[in-house]
């Protein structure tokens, strides 16, 4: 018991000379844990020294963990431009100026500034979309995944979906296709192989019980060879048809032309619409490059009924999402595509990829690196066999080393042939001083 006397006292514990100009509300609160658990080690037999020295010095090392919690921000130089785990696509900081006025104050969220009456939370993006494309109406949600979940409950609830085998994609490890209906609902039915399904095969699954015929965009795989799909206009005629309702799960969708030839393996949005779909849905921050969410368009009375689902108001998206998703819209409808910063990288060319490395090669010095041709992917479960020019620094020191220095000062490259690379896609032009910096200071680890 001789011990616990020499147990310091909390108040003038916290005056240590250690803790000035640190956050007193958090040293007193870790100061008091790290005090009582002393204590109850030497009560119950299992240590007996006190020194306060080790005591301040575990508080400090408490302090410093709590203080760097948190997402961090990082440069990512894996050349993927659509990162789910670095965090889909970057938000370009005008845009988020732009958007900060009405997440920071109150807004006119739900409020008609006409009426004074209760307004509608998705009035002025539908505006926007509408100003964009030639759609009757517009629903917003959490994500795509939540879109399909959204669409199946309301539809197709007890009722059978038509899917092709061959697009019952696995997204990312957690969104299966065959999954989310089934928690939805909705009943699968599945027709064709995993290779070929044809008109035909949709024709003979449509019965009494028949409420969609969906199609899915294969994201993040492709089937080489011997295949077939059908296309998206020959379901909606078929729906049609037979008075069910088509619906189109884009995945990523885009806007405008994509270099590189790679139009023709992402569906866009606009030539979509022109087969005037019932309804369509796709991510807000894949190649669309705003933030995340689900976007729906489609016919006005099913758009309606999904804003009848209770389950919207779980899914429904926050101000701070409509706030980015409205600049966003508006850049592409002013088409300041310069704006939307995954179509901003994945436009750069090549020829200005290759200065810019080479400025940065000729300041670190070629010894340790040189600047290399390569090829990458756009990333996010889009054109999964597609690659795209880029242009890369490569370090000839050892690629295990320099992977893990590189993260631990939050810069994500790829090792690739043995050697490691920071592909210049992904990066935007003003990180570039950063990335010099935090180059140098890898470097001088091997000096
Ligand atoms: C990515 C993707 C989804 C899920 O979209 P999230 O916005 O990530 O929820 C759904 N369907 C397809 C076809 C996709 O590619």
Known sequence: MQNLRNIP???????SKEFENLNGSLILKLSKTVINQKRERILSGNDTLIDEKELVQQVLKRYYETVSCGT????NATGVIVHTNLGRSPIDKEIFNRAKELVCGYSNLEYNLLTALRGERYEEINRLFKILFDIEDVLVVNNNAAAVFLILNTFAKEKEVVVSRGELVEIGG??????????SG?????????????IGDYENAINEKSSILMKVHKSNFTIEGFSQSVEFKDIHSLAQKNGLIDYFDLGSGHIGNLPYNLSHNEPEIEKILKEKPSLISFSGDKLFGSVQAGIIFGKKELIAKLKKNQLLRMLRVDKVTLAL????VKAYIMEDYDKITTKRLLHTETKELRARAENMASKIGDNVCEVIDTFTYVGGGTMPNKKIPSIALKFSLSPTFLERAFRECLVIGRVENEAFLLDFRSIDKDEDEK????IRRVLRCFE
Do not use: C, H, W, Y
């Open 174 to 183: 957690s969104f299966r296709i065959p999954e989310v209906m089934r928690e």
């Open 72 to 75: 961090k921000p990082l440069i």
């Open 9 to 15: 006292k909390i108040d003038k514990f916290i005056q």
């Open 435 to 438: 990335l010099l910096e935090i």
């Open 186 to 198: 909705a009943i699968l039915r599945e027709v064709g192989t995993t290779n070929k399904t044809n």
């Open 325 to 328: 998703l409205e600049e966003s």
